[in-house]
């Protein structure tokens, strides 16, 4: 079993930045791709932002691309989101998860997903 722990949501005004950080463990932990998704109220789950676990390929949605940056840190276990120029169109639940086939805009190739963080950006 894996799991996966979101951090860094919050609140911030439009132009600002955060930082969101996951961390996976579980003694089975093997992934091909992590990748990050975004959920707001009354709204399906969209893709954000993924990355192939050791190639280090980044993939970015076009609302986001150029604003945001994912990386990944191999031996922790931890993949990063950093958020810049942030905007209200940005605020939902973000979400970690990842998966074992290289298809990274599709949430059904992701086998295990985070709980959630909240992102709210005030105008």
């Known amino acids: 079993q894996v799991q996966l722990v979101e951090s860094g949501g919050g609140l911030v005004q439009a132009g600002g930045s955060l930082s969101l950080s996951c961390a996976a463990s579980?003694?089975?932990?093997?992934?091909?791709?992590m990748g990050w998704f975004r959920q707001a109220p009354g709204k399906e789950r969209e893709f954000v932002s993924a990355?192939?676990?050791?190639?280090?390929?980044?993939y970015y949605a076009d609302s986001v691309k150029g604003r945001f940056t994912i990386s990944r840190d191999n031996a922790k276990n931890t993949v990063l989101l950093q958020m810049n120029s942030l905007k209200p169109e940005d605020t939902a639940v973000y979400y970690c998860?990842?998966?074992?086939?290289?298809?990274?805009?599709?949430?059904?190739?992701?086998?295990?997903w985070g709980q959630g963080t909240q992102v709210t950006v005030s105008s």
């Open positions: 990355i192939t676990w050791f190639g280090g390929t980044t």
């Open positions: 998860a990842c998966g074992n086939r290289f298809i990274p805009t599709n949430p059904m190739v992701y086998n295990y």
């Open positions: 579980g003694r089975s932990f093997s992934t091909a791709i």
